[in-house]
């Protein structure tokens, strides 16, 4: 059976029943399938990492993705996240955008040396047996309030922008401040210029009044690439980067992904501390945004300060889909959850 036939009918009739066995069942189908094998088949796809250390962080956390571990999980594509606010933290030098094209250097030495092969464009999106790479900056801070970095870093490759880090930016707000805010005139600018070119917009960090600003002027999905859900009654310091429904319906609204990622938080009322939990949120998202609005995020090398137990890396992929199969979800949710969703978005928003 050609490998098209076998990965479609393993994946319809539920043959695969971990990443691994996916994984496994590509190798011993043996060649390269052709430009036409797409989004039929199974793809465990990461909207947010930062793998290899192309950050350059001097703080490497377990959770790092390896382009070795990534393949024995059966990934096809993951995101490789610059951080675009790094030089704004003390002891860092150069400026937002020499920094961030710093760390984008690394991403592409990985291409240059045959390891991934670069997604640019809609095409770019078919199967292949080389892994597929997605450049990416978290926090828009890089560009300096420039539109020319922003055309500058798309010619370079970047496919997806979180807008916001971990600090306000010139384009807008970030969860953790205390001001609060829409888009500035700039941050439109930066959104209509990414859709003009075919980027995803990721609101991961943005505060609610930026996000939904977003999402209204937003011709193309977007997606949430690192959240979770923030129970209703809930509050403080430690929840800020979740979302509370409504602001989830926005994401969802725009035909766009809320993405679940590995933390581990105690609320007052509520807890998420197991994959059980992770995959017991994914099933409330399911029942509230419709499966077609659901992924996971992994946030690997993010330096996560706690995650769910059962959860050190993608090397834990198994251990989750597990999670979601016991939870209830079908193979074609889980599907939809790893990959499927965001490669939907992606082929959205690429042109
Ligand atoms: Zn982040």
Known sequence: MERRSFLECGAAYGLFSTASDLARASDAAGSAPSVSQTEEVLVIADPHAHPNNIHATRSRDSSMPTLETMKKAGMSLCSFSAVGDRSRYPGRVGTPYSDTQSQLINVKRLEDIGAIRMVLNAIDLRLSADFAGLMAIEGGDALEGQLKYLDAFHA????????????????????????????????????????????????????????????????????????????????????????????????????????????????????????????????????????????????????????????????????????????????????????????????????
């Open 156 to 351: 370079y490759g970047v496919r997806l922008m979180t807008l916001m880090h971990d600090h306000d930016n010139e384009i807008g707000f970030n969860q953790r401040s205390s001001s609060d805010g829409p888009l500035t005139p700039f941050g439109v600018r930066v959104v209509e210029r990414m859709n003009e070119l075919g980027m995803v917009v990721d609101v991961a960090h943005a505060k609610a009044s930026t996000m939904r600003h977003v999402a209204q002027i937003c011709t193309r999905p977007i997606i949430d690439s690192h959240t979770s859900l923030l129970a209703s009654g809930e509050d403080g310091p430690g929840l800020r980067r979740l979302r509370p429904w409504d602001e989830m319906e926005v994401i969802a609204k725009s035909g766009g992904v809320v993405c679940t990622w590995p933390f581990a938080y105690v609320g007052h009322r509520s807890q998420r501390t197991t994959l059980a939990h992770w995959a017991h949120e994914i099933v409330q998202m399911k029942a509230r945004l419709g499966i077609e609005h659901c992924g996971i995020g992994t946030d690997g090398g993010g330096g996560l300060p706690r995650m769910v137990a059962g959860w050190d890396s993608i090397a834990s992929l198994d251990n989750l889909i597990g999670a979601f199969k016991v939870a209830g979800l079908t193979e074609q949710d889980i599907g939809a959850v790893v990959g499927g969703n965001f490669m939907r978005v992606l082929r959205k928003c690429l042109v």
